[in-house]
C-alpha cells in the first residue's frame, strides 16, 4: 500500500477529472452516485487538493468490518467490493464500487465502527478524505455538501434494495432483480446495451445469498435468450426491457 499527496497537475492524466467537467448534463446524471462527477471545477480542484492518494493492490482492505472509521475513500481507478461477515464466519458480498464511486459510509464524520469491509478487486487508487477534511470541505463547498449527500442517498438505496431482494423471494427474481438495478446504475451504451463490468457468478451468489450452480442456471437461460452476454472479464446486459418483464412474468 502506497500513499502520497495528489499534485493537482496530475488532474489532466485522470479520465476521472476530466469526465467530472465534460458538461453539466453529465454531472447531472451522476450526481446521486459518483461524488467528484457531481463537482463544478472549482469545487473539484478544491477536493482534488485536499487529502492524500493511497494505492491498494488485489484483496487489500481499504476499510475493514469492526474498525472504527475516519472519513471516505473515493476510487479514482479500479473496483472495490463491500462485504460482510456474519458471526459463524460466512462472507457476504454487498456491492461493487468503481472510479468514481466512494466507501466508507454511512457515518463519514462519526467515530463509529464499520458494519462491514471493503477491499481492492485487483489494483485501486482512492483518494482519502479524514474527518479533518471533509469538515473542511462541507464548509468550504456547499456544492461538495451537497454532492455527498445524495452520494450518501444512493448508497442507503443500493442497499435498501439488497435486503429487499434476499426477503424471501426466488433465487431467479433476487438475480435479476439484482442485475436490473446494477443496471440501472451503469452507463447505458449507444446501442442500448449496459455493461455491468468484472462481475462474477461467485460474487452474484454471495451478493444474494444464493449458490453458484442457481446463479449458473439462471445466467445460461438468460444468455439462451439473448438478455444478457457473458464473458470472463464482463458481463453485458443487452435488453434492460425484457430483462424487466422477465420480472413482471
Known amino acids: 500500500m502506497v500513499s502520497g499527496d495528489l499534485d493537482s497537475r496530475d488532474l489532466d492524466s485522470r479520465d476521472l477529472a476530466a469526465d467530472s467537467i465534460a458538461g453539466a448534463d453529465r454531472r447531472e446524471a451522476a450526481a446521486d452516485r459518483y461524488l467528484l462527477k457531481a463537482l463544478q471545477k472549482p469545487d473539484l480542484d478544491l477536493v482534488m487538493a ?38 459463524q464466519g460466512r462472507e457476504l458480498m454487498l456491492s461493487t464500487w468503481q472510479s468514481g464511486d466512494f466507501v466508507g459510509a454511512p457515518y463519514v464524520l462519526g467515530n463509529h465502527r464499520h458494519s462491514w469491509s471493503a477491499r481492492a478487486v485487483g489494483r485501486v487508487e482512492a483518494q482519502h478524505l479524514d474527518q479533518k477534511a471533509i469538515r473542511a470541505l462541507i464548509a468550504q463547498s456547499p456544492g461538495f455538501a451537497i454532492a455527498l449527500i445524495e452520494c450518501l442517498g444512493f448508497k442507503g438505496e443500493t442497499y435498501s434494495t439488497l435486503a429487499q431482494t434476499l426477503g424471501g423471494q426466488k433465487v431467479a427474481e433476487r438475480l435479476m432483480l439484482l442485475l436490473v438495478k446494477l443496471s440501472e446504475n451503469a452507463a447505458l451504451a449507444d446501442d442500448g446495451s449496459v455493461q455491468l463490468g468484472r462481475i462474477t457468478q461467485a460474487n452474484l451468489a454471495r451478493m444474494i445469498g444464493a ?39
Request: proline content about 4%; hydrophobic content about 35%; charged content about 20%.
Open 50 to 87: 485536499t487529502g492524500k492518494v493511497v494505492l491498494y493492490q488485489n484483496r487489500e482492505y481499504l476499510l475493514r468490518q469492526g474498525e472504527i472509521g475516519d472519513g471516505i475513500h473515493i476510487i479514482l481507478s479500479g473496483v472495490v467490493e463491500s462485504t460482510y461477515c456474519g458471526p
Open 211 to 249: 449458490t453458484r450452480q442457481s446463479i449458473s442456471l439462471v445466467l445460461g437461460r438468460l444468455q439462451d435468450e439473448g438478455i444478457i452476454s457473458t464473458w470472463p472479464t464482463k458481463m453485458v446486459v443487452n435488453d434492460l426491457p425484457a430483462l424487466r418483464r422477465q420480472l413482471d412474468d
